[in-house]
């Protein structure tokens, strides 16, 4: 079965950095994307970044880019999400996402796997 565990999530100040990981265990196939995503209270969960297992670009929601760098191991077993600037509404709970089957990054209902998130609470 397939296990995605978020760590890394805590307390920032406005302007501050954390940095998030997710270890993606127990399969035997290429993902075709990984992402990672937030759901924000009184918001939907959103996508924040994600990549194609057979691409070469790391793609970022426009709120994020510039600040937010995501990075992985080859394998897509070990995913990192780098955030600095961090702003109040960058608060919420990170997912990481794991789909099987081709199709848009940036859709997150065609998702296959989901981790339990962690926490990010941005506030001074």
């Known amino acids: 079965q397939v296990k995605l565990v978020e760590s890394g999530g805590g307390l920032a100040q406005p302007g501050g950095s954390l940095t998030l990981s997710c270890a993606a265990s127990?399969?035997?196939?290429?993902?075709?994307?990984m992402s990672w995503a937030r759901q924000v209270p009184g918001r939907g969960r959103d996508w924040v970044s994600g990549?194609?297992?057979?691409?070469?670009?790391?793609y970022y929601h426009d709120s994020v880019k510039g600040r937010f760098t995501m990075s992985r191991d080859n394998a897509g077993h070990t995913l990192y999400l780098q955030m600095n600037h961090l702003k109040p509404e960058d608060t919420g709970l990170y997912f990481c996402?794991?789909?099987?089957?081709?199709?848009?990054?940036?859709?997150?209902?065609?998702?296959?796997?989901w981790g339990q998130g962690t926490q990010v609470t941005v506030s001074s």
């Open positions: 996402a794991m789909r099987r089957h081709f199709g848009d990054v940036k859709v997150l209902t065609e998702y296959n796997y």
């Open positions: 990549f194609y297992l057979n691409g070469n670009d790391t």
């Open positions: 127990g399969f035997d196939f290429r993902p075709y994307a």
